[in-house]
């Protein structure tokens, strides 16, 4: 037995989604791989998070569509106090900006944090959780890829 250990050992691995009700399809479609927004059924904004009343014209008619995964890098910052549970190492956390004009708090992975850029082009891609879901996280875009 190890020294370090403590009574308690720590989870591994990327934690779950928390599933709040309006997101729900969100963390669904997630675990299926799928990249899911929510719409206003009158007006046709996008609002995320998902809520239950467009922020735009008070509808409370809400569609669910496929979003195309591309966006742009708003900013990124690396969280380091307290350490994130259950990452070997902090992952770079960034806003995105989705070309359907909504920005998402996500993660960019397989890219050095001194070669980000506002602006860089990146697609979305899903990573396990240790529960067995799903979750978006960012990559720099291929170039030629997508479009
Ligand atoms: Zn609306």
Redesign the pocket.
């Known amino acids: 037995m190890s020294t370090n250990q403590t009574s308690a050992p720590a989870a591994t691995g990327r934690p779950d989604p928390v599933y709040t009700p309006d997101a729900i399809f969100f963390w669904e479609g997630a675990a299926r791989g799928e990249l899911l927004g929510q719409r206003?059924?009158?007006?046709?904004?996008f609002?995320h998070p998902p809520r239950p009343m467009?922020?735009?014209?008070?509808?409370v008619r809400r569609e669910t569509v496929t979003l195309s995964g591309r966006g742009r890098v708003y900013t990124w910052v690396i969280p380091r106090h307290p350490a994130p549970l259950g990452f070997a190492a902090p992952p770079i956390v960034a806003l995105i900006d989705l070309e359907e004009g909504i920005r998402l708090v996500s993660n960019l992975v397989d890219v050095d944090f001194a070669a980000i850029t506002a602006g860089m082009q990146v697609q979305v891609r899903f990573e396990p959780t240790r529960g067995g879901k799903a979750v978006p996280v960012f990559a720099p875009a291929r170039a030629g890829a997508g479009r």
Do not use: F, L, M, T
């Not at 206003?40 to 904004?45: F, K, N």
């Not at 467009?54 to 509808?59: I, Q, T, V």
């Open positions: 206003c059924a009158d007006c046709g904004r609002a467009c922020p735009w014209c008070r509808s």
